[in-house]
């Protein structure tokens, strides 16, 4: 809100009880590993927390997830499939 920019906030939730190590270790993972990249196709971490409940805010992409597209589409061709991986 400070910064007045679109963000997506990616939270650990629980259900009344701390999230598990396992479970916030790999929030810091993914979070450290985005910050690390600097590319026009991954998005940015902008903040990390997990003092209580653990969370990243990231960079906000407007579109479809890869998921909805799977879902309208029933899947997608090989050759696309790779480059998404890739």
Do not use: M, W
Not at 4 to 12: D, E, H, R, T
Not at 29 to 38: G, S, T
Request: charged share 25%.
């Amino acid at each position: 809100r400070t910064l007045n920019i679109p963000v997506a906030v990616k939270v650990l939730l629980c259900d009344g009880r701390a999230p598990a190590g396992a479970e916030r270790e790999r929030l810091l993972r993914e979070a450290q590993a985005l910050a690390r990249v600097n590319h026009p196709n991954v998005v940015r971490v902008l903040d990390f927390d997990d003092d209580l409940l653990p969370y990243a805010v990231l960079e906000l992409v407007d579109g479809a997830s890869l998921a909805d597209r799977i879902a309208e589409t029933g899947g997608l061709p090989a050759a696309t499939a790779i480059g998404v991986v890739a």
